[in-house]
Nanobody, 123 residues
Framework: QVRLVESGGGLVQAGDSLRLSCAASGRTISTRVMGWFRQDPGKERRFVAAISATGLSTNYADSVKGRFTVSRDNAKNTVNLQMNSLKPEDTAVYYC????????????????WGQGTQVTVSS
């Protein structure tokens, strides 16, 4: 079982930056694909970014390309999402997710989810 805890959310103004962190416990994430998703109230959860187990491959939703950067530190069992040039439409609850051990790339299924952290961007 992998437990994921997100942190770093908050209220910022448009154009500001935030860095979200996801701390994993219970099992190592070093062999798992890790992803970030976000969800607006009343809407489906949407993909934001993902990073392969080695960290050598990443992919991003078109809406965040060039502004967000996902990274990982397998030694610390953490994953980060650096968010720059934030826009009001980035407002959402952000979730960290992990695949099963030895998850394939790109991931098609995430088995573990955090509780989420709220990001609010004011105009």
């Amino acid at each position: 079982q992998v437990r994921l805890v997100e942190s770093g959310g908050g209220l910022v103004q448009a154009g500001d930056s935030l860095r979200l962190s996801c701390a994993a416990s219970g099992r190592t994430i070093s062999t798992r694909v890790m992803g970030w998703f976000r969800q607006d109230p009343g809407k489906e959860r949407r993909f934001v970014a993902a990073i392969s187990a080695t960290g050598l491959s990443t992919n991003y939703a078109d809406s965040v390309k060039g502004r967000f950067t996902v990274s990982r530190d397998n030694a610390k069992n953490t994953v980060n999402l650096q968010m720059n040039s934030l826009k009001p439409e980035d407002t959402a609850v952000y979730y960290c997710a992990a695949t099963a051990a030895s998850g394939s790339w790109p991931a098609t299924r995430y088995d573990y989810w955090g509780q989420g952290t709220q990001v609010t961007v004011s105009s």
